[in-house]
């Protein structure tokens, strides 16, 4: 169903999995904001088949966390729920940004990614190939369709066998993308800037994902021109996403690189940040 379509009367659902039932922490906060609007919202999990989805005004793609070992399920929930109500992120937005060959597409329109390299499923590439050919000396290996630290490896060359072993069995399987390792991360941690309906709305920082420590969020202020570059990323998209997390990895101090653009289901760190679970209900609310 078209996403510009008028809204039709009905409760909102915040798709999650069925490891949480009731949604992720940053979930509650925003169906309580909901619910205080006077909206009724509820969790339903996306593969369970007793859920109705065209009862639903709305259908919020959330807390659905398995879906890159599922992918094939979860995309062909996608496309059914889409057929009956309106899905957010839409399902075009969602098929496009669940295989991270997109950072190519946003690189070929001029965003400063992380160099990216897509190796597809079935390649006789070596990953010593890939880096040779890219100069790169250390580098990052991980399924194009994954989240989080799923299946992903940083090889230097005193691993190379094991990196090779690494790409080899993730190319058997799906595409692989393999990127430079940035020796600035585990000194200065990632960062991430969440917006709603294209404005900014808060920013936080963490720890680099491989560095063992704990990934509990810190608030941090972006640049004014951080948050326009980062807004002006998703202007440039066909459609406006309803919520968008831009996640950024750093060559230095001063220069961060796109690491990931999240349109399916990031966590929001609507914890961090008091007034954004009033900002992520009112963008829902505005579709409605």
Known sequence: MDPDRPARDGPVAFATSSALPNGSPDDLLALSFLRERGIVARPAVWDAPDVDWSTFAMVVVRSTWDYPRRYDEFMAWVHRAASV???????RQVAWNAHKSYLVDLARRGVDIVPTEVVRRGSSESLSEVLARRG????????????DAYRLRRVGPEDLATGERH?????????????P?????PRLGERSLVYFDGRFSHAAAYPFVLSG???????????????????GILRGLPTLPLYARLDYLPVDPDRW????????????FLRGDPASPARFAEAIAQHL
């Open 213 to 231: 420590e704990p990934r509990e969020p810190q608030r941090f202020e972006p640049s004014p021109r951080e948050i326009e570059v980062a807004g």
């Open 181 to 185: 390792f940035l020796s600035a991360t």
């Open 136 to 147: 790169w000396k250390d580098g990052v290996v991980k399924p194009a369709i994954g989240a």
């Open 257 to 268: 690189l796109l690491g990931e653009l999240e349109l399916i289901e990031p966590e929001l």
């Open 167 to 179: 790409l080899a069995e993730l190319v058997s399987a799906g595409d692989a993308l393999v990127q």
């Open 85 to 91: 109500t309106r899905v957010w992120n839409p399902e």
